[in-house]
Nanobody, 124 residues
Framework: QVQLVESGGGLVQPGGSLRLACAAS????????VGWFRQAPEKEREFVGT????????DYSDSVKGRFTISRDNAKNTVYLQMDSLKPEDTAVYSC?????????????????WGQGTQVAVSS
């Protein structure tokens, strides 16, 4: 069982930055791929990015590639989502998810564990 808790959301101006954190319980977090997803009001959940169990690989959606960066510190059981050059269309609830896998996973259905989400609002 893995429990995930996101933090770091808030209100930021367009062009600004935020760093989200996803803290996990469990001693074997290093065995899990972690993904970030977001959901805006009245829209479907959207894949943002994913990082491999060891942090050596990452994959991003086209909408955030070059602006967002995922990293992880397995010693701290934490995965980070650095978001730069934020746009109003990035406004959403951001959630992290984990799955015991050696592969990068882009589909929400591949993930067994989810956090409760943290709100990000980009507005002037």
């Amino acid at each position: 069982q893995v429990q995930l808790v996101e933090s770091g959301g808030g209100l930021v101006q367009p062009g600004g930055s935020l760093r989200l954190a996803c803290a996990a319980s469990g001693r074997t977090f290093g065995d899990y791929a972690v993904g970030w997803f977001r959901q805006a009001p009245e829209k479907e959940r959207e894949f943002v990015g994913t990082i491999s169990y060891n942090g050596n690989s990452a994959d991003y959606s086209d909408s955030v590639k070059g602006r967002f960066t995922i990293s992880r510190d397995n010693a701290k059981n934490t995965v980070y989502l650095q978001m730069d050059s934020l746009k109003p269309e990035d406004t959403a609830v951001y959630s992290c998810a984990a799955a015991r896998s050696f592969w990068l996973l882009r589909r929400s259905s591949d993930y067994a564990y989810w956090g409760q989400g943290t709100q990000v609002a980009v507005s002037s």
